[in-house]
């Protein structure tokens, strides 16, 4: 299992931005894709976005396109996402997680999860 601290949360007003990075030291060769999620009260653990460790392949959910960046830093073990026009229903605890397998856009896929960070939007 991966280790994953996730840090960069925080108030933010409605329509702001905030990058969050996801440190995961000790990724293993067995890491083959990061992801964001994210789960607000009463709801789902939410897919926000995904990136394969090694080629780069991105997928964002609908919701988010556009607005957010997934993104890695190879050498420092970091995964980012980078939030723009932060909407006040996405007030949630986000989370990073990786999968050992070509994953789909699901919690269920991904064996490793960080603590999370909270990003409380205002409106």
């Known amino acids: 299992q991966v280790q994953l601290v996730e840090s960069g949360g925080g108030l933010v007003q409605a329509g702001g931005s905030l990058t969050l990075p996801c440190a995961a030291p000790?990724?293993?060769?067995?890491?083959?894709?990061m992801a964001w999620f994210r789960q607000s009260p009463g709801k789902e653990r939410e897919f926000v976005a995904v990136?394969?460790?090694?080629?780069?392949?991105?997928h964002y959910a609908d919701s988010v396109k556009g607005r957010f960046t997934i993104s890695r830093d190879n050498a420092k073990n970091t995964l980012y996402l980078q939030m723009n026009s932060l909407k006040p229903e996405e007030r949630a605890v986000y989370y990073c997680?990786?999968?050992?397998?070509?994953?789909?856009?699901?919690?269920?896929?991904?064996?490793?999860w960080g603590q999370g960070t909270q990003v409380p939007v205002s409106s």
């Open positions: 000790g990724r293993t060769f067995s890491t083959y894709a």
């Open positions: 997680a990786t999968a050992e397998e070509p994953p789909r856009a699901s919690a269920v896929d991904f064996g490793s």
């Open positions: 990136i394969s460790w090694i080629g780069g392949s991105i």
